[in-house]
């Protein structure tokens, strides 16, 4: 089984397919290293794909300290894989958790990212919405804790934004709930409460985000209510970025429009790759209307 060890001495497990220009896919809270399988089975006739799971996630190791989950160490632990794999640098691709650690990497360390997709990105972002996610979410860790992830995953797969894919696809559905009841009742209850809890609001990053130039793909489903703003926020304030929004669908954006996924995430990278990606025209960026003269 192939692993890296993290800088705090975590194992985490990964697997790797393909050659040419790394990938590197970091996965939401409800998935896994296999919830990346449609977007590996189509990057890797031509990229170097490196699937992991975040600490928590077995048969990476699940730390029984608490203090050992936080979105800080979700980022360290992608660069614990590049450099485990002596890679200088990489298209960074992630998905709700994940896209927070992506966005956070492409923050902390833009120059080991080739590029970020920040997918599914906002939940809990807003001042309005802050204390309900943070109750949530710890009402989330007891039950996981007490129900186990054998039950409780089967509600969590069921929630407002997943809707769409077991409407879409009954048979994908199912497998992603059948995964998600599969993880560790506490590395998920000691992920909730110290990753998702605890990580910053997207808006206490904006000068951050006002300096990051690495190309930057933000990408939401319509459906996906808790990320809608929080993504127009992102592309307002990252002058590297674009918008992309699938419509009808819901959070898991990857699994539920695998096709139309990979084809915004390859036309970015290969604009990318040729240096098409350019920061925004800051002509464009005035709160006129018909000129860019503000009346």
């Given amino acids: 089984m192939a692993q890296v060890t993290a800088k705090d001495g ?4 990964y697997e790797e397919t393909g050659q040419g220009t790394p990938i590197i896919f970091v996965h939401e809270f409800a998935g896994d ?3 990346w399988e449609p977007q590996v089975r189509h990057f890797s006739r031509r990229y170097r794909c490196i699937t992991f799971n975040a600490r928590g996630f077995p048969p990476s190791d699940v730390p029984e300290d608490g ?23 990489a298209h960074i691709l992630g998905l709700s958790m994940g896209g927070f ?26 001042e309005d919405t802050r204390e309900q ?11 996981m804790e007490k129900e186990t992830m054998e039950k409780f995953g089967a509600t969590y797969a069921l929630g407002p934004t997943r809707v769409q894919f077991q409407n879409k696809d009954p048979r994908g559905w199912k497998e992603f709930e059948t995964q998600l009841r599969e993880h560790s009742s506490m ?20 000068e951050q985000m006002r300096q990051l ?27 590297s970025s674009a918008l992309a929004l699938l419509p ?37 960026m005035t709160s006129g209307i018909l000129s860019t003269t503000e009346k």
């Fill in 213 to 239: 130039t690495v190309p930057t793909l933000i990408l939401n489903g319509d459906e996906d209510e808790p990320c809608l703003d929080a993504g127009l926020f992102m592309k307002r304030t990252i002058s």
């Fill in 101 to 126: 650690a992506a966005l956070h990497f492409g923050l902390n360390t833009p120059d080991r990212a080739l590029s970020l997709v920040v997918g599914g990105c906002g939940y809990g972002a807003g």
């Fill in 10 to 13: 975590v194992n985490l497990f």
């Fill in 67 to 89: 203090e050992m989950y936080s979105q800080d160490l979700a980022r360290d632990d992608i660069l614990a894989v590049l450099d485990a794999l002596d890679i200088d640098a």
């Fill in 187 to 206: 590395g998920s209850a000691l992920t909730m409460r110290g990753v998702q809890r605890r990580r910053p609001s997207l808006y206490d990053l904006e």
């Fill in 248 to 284: 009808r669908t819901g959070h898991a954006s990857n699994l539920e429009e695998p096709d139309l996924f990979n084809q915004f995430c390859e036309n970015f990278f290969h604009q990318v790759e040729t240096g098409r990606w350019d920061l925004r025209d800051p002509r464009s």
């Fill in 33 to 35: 290293f296999r919830s």
């Fill in 133 to 143: 996610f943070q109750r949530e979410t710890m009402e989330a860790a007891d039950r």
